[in-house]
């Protein structure tokens, strides 16, 4: 919108100028008149590109939504505050939604997605887990999303999940294999395990023994962060 206002002043004194050398039939200020355009406009489009932040939206369930913690905690809100830190301009959208399984993701892709979007952090799948579902499932529907994410030429990060122990033999290598087995089907980086550093340090957990403490996504964040970097543009 910047851009077209100025590129309407500019056109506007063009006018004017062009008209005034016209009448006093001098040629060298309609030159100089149209070289200064063409500046002011290559210049005009670059900046205003460049203010707009690069958008990231963690697409998640309550490990990354923040569940029970201030805003100020959560996941999206302490990825945006370290990677200002480190010079890049960013905004991270939080799209988690607490009890949401892979299959739930899936149903609010779009309206949680939006436009304008320049990289999705998927981090899904441990509901599933807890409830048992079958692996399958999980897998078809982690692996909708990344197609329709990936038709939509949006880069991405997987943030994978491991099964709790307990679950048995069969569905724990059922299940850990769905997110190495889609970051190769579809070229997509893979941080193979959101809770990384987290999962079984009660001091960097809720009293609940599962969800991150304030502490606890600082150690995420710290650990996803080099992933989550080479994915962005260059400062």
Do not use: C
């Not at 905004?91 to 607490?98: D, K, L």
């Not at 909708?144 to 048995?168: D, F, N």
């Amino acid at each position: 919108m910047l851009f077209s206002f100025l590129r309407q002043i500019v056109a506007r004194g063009l006018v004017e100028r062009l008209s005034a050398s016209l009448i006093h039939g001098v040629g060298a200020s309609i030159l100089q008149t149209v070289g200064a355009l063409v500046i002011m406009l290559s210049l005009a489009a670059p900046a205003s590109a460049q203010q707009r932040p690069a958008r990231i939206v963690a697409l998640g369930d309550s490990l990354s939504a923040g569940y029970l913690l201030p805003e100020k905690n959560a996941f999206p809100t302490v990825l945006e505050r370290a990677l200002r830190e480190r010079g890049y301009k960013v905004e991270v959208s939080n799209a988690g939604v607490s009890g949401d399984t892979a299959s739930g993701g899936l149903e609010r892709l779009d309206w949680a997605i939006g436009d304008g979007a320049d990289l999705v952090i998927v981090e899904l799948g441990a509901n599933d887990m807890l409830r048992g579902v079958d692996p399958a499932i999980t897998r078809k529907a982690l692996a909708t999303i990344l197609a329709q994410l990936q038709s939509r030429k949006i880069p991405m990060l997987l943030a994978g999940m491991v099964a709790a122990p307990g679950m048995g033999r069969d569905y724990e290598a059922a299940f850990n294999a769905i997110y190495p087995d889609l970051s190769r089907e579809f070229s997509v980086p893979l941080y193979p395990f959101f809770l990384e550093g987290v999962a079984g340090h009660p001091a960097l957990q809720l009293p609940d023994g599962m969800h991150p403490a304030p502490q606890g996504v600082e150690t995420i964040v710290r650990g996803i962060l080099p992933s989550v970097e080479a994915l962005l543009p260059p400062k």
